[in-house]
């Protein structure tokens, strides 16, 4: 495997017949020259949705010529080789790779090549995205074998940005190729969100589409910090990302009924274990698991969902004294009171929130008590 980038230098592979036959699709050239007449800051206040069409144009452009690219040997033999070539060719036609000044526009690539498969990864300006490639056995018009996108984010909902990175995942007994797409994306201002897409090829299944084996969605905060709690940091990150080995980490933060503004308060990282054909989830930490009840309590009270509202608490009577106070407190996370009480026993005041009492049973915080402002 050799992750190979435009950004330097690469062998200029021969490209004569293999873009000759692409006149049909819109031209590169004419599309970034285009585009060029944007601002290329989505967020500036003067950007136009036009712009938007022409960057989703050019990245399926790309991935056309790409594919035709690929289609002129039905081996897996050079492939990476073909892919790059083509890159490098469009690369060359706007100028040198990778530079952004005043109003031009990025166009950078990446090609990861993980046999059987060949996966690229683009840039349009501030937008990401990737494509998986595979040989496969197409049946229409009839029976015959090519190079298919088995993967992609290419035609996923439109946002201001986006940033993709593409890792190798380690392939279970029965040596199916594995990948990770991190998708980071977002607005103009604000927190952010994250996606983590888990792929699995396995050419014998007869489907033209790598199997989807692990799908999480999440989000970052503005000003995300790891760390211990602190008075000043009281919600750090916790994990960091790793995808080499056996078992791999995916930190994230989510969403409560405690946030009281646009930054997520609750982060966790979950561990996997890819040993298997499929991944298994292995264990869920928190950078502050007292507070995990809080939040669920307030978000069940609200829905008045007593079963899922009594797994937060420590018996069935608590839970239903909860659902009888109505809808708890108003959201507080900016910086919650923790008092000690007992080993195992804490009380915690949220600011216009309330104030909890909570019991450690085994590996979980559960709620014994609660009582208004």
């Known amino acids: 495997m050799r992750l190979c980038s435009l950004l330097v230098l690469l062998p200029i592979l021969s490209c004569a017949g293999l873009l000759t036959a692409q006149d049909k699709t819109p031209a590169f050239g004419d599309l970034y020259s285009k585009l060029r007449t944007y601002p290329s800051d989505p967020c500036d206040g003067s950007w136009d ?5 022409l960057e989703e144009q050019l990245l399926l452009a790309t991935d056309e010529r790409i594919r035709s690219a690929l289609n002129t040997d039905l081996t897996y033999d050079g492939a990476p080789q073909r892919a790059r070539a083509v890159l490098t060719e469009l690369a060359s036609r706007i100028g040198r790779p990778g530079v952004s000044t005043g109003k031009a526009a990025l166009f950078e690539s990446d090609v990861l090549a993980l046999e059987p498969m060949v ?48 890792r ?29 897409r888990g792929y699995q090829w396995d050419p014998e299944t007869g489907v033209d589409m790598a199997d989807s084996i692990l799908e999480l969605d999440g989000a970052v905060g503005m000003d995300p910090q790891p760390g211990s709690v602190t008075k000043k940091n009281p919600f750090p990150t916790i994990g960091t990302l790793g995808t080499s080995g056996s078992r791999i980490t995916l930190p ?3 969403w409560s009924g405690m946030d009281w503004w646009d930054n997520p308060s609750l982060c966790l990282v979950d561990t996997f274990d890819m040993g298997g054909d499929m991944p298994r989830f292995v264990s869920r930490r928190y ?87």
């Open 168 to 196: 190798p995942l380690k392939a279970g007994p029965a040596a199916h190729t594995r990948f990770l797409a991190v998708i980071h994306f977002g607005g103009c201002a604000g927190s952010s969100g994250i996606r983590y």
């Open 252 to 254: 994230y933060c989510i």
């Open 49 to 53: 949705a036009e712009s938007g069409k």
């Open 119 to 166: 996966v690229v990864k683009l840039r349009v300006r501030t937008h990401d995205a990737f494509v998986a490639y595979a040989l496969t056995e197409e049946t229409w018009p009839k029976k015959h074998t090519e190079w298919h996108a088995v993967a992609s984010s290419l035609y996923d909902d439109p946002v201001p940005w986006t940033q993709i990175e593409v």
């Open 287 to 373: 950078n502050r698991p007292e507070l995990v009840p809080i939040a669920k309590a307030i978000e069940y009270t609200k829905k008045h969902e007593l079963p899922e509202l009594r797994a937060f608490c420590a018996s069935n009577e608590v839970a239903e004294r909860l659902l009888a106070q109505g809808r708890l407190g108003g959201p507080g996370a900016s910086d919650p009171e923790v008092t000690v009480l007992a080993p195992g026993r804490k009380r915690v005041h949220m600011e216009e929130g309330g104030t909890f009492l909570l019991v450690l049973r085994g590996q979980r915080w559960l709620i014994t008590g609660y009582s208004a402002d």
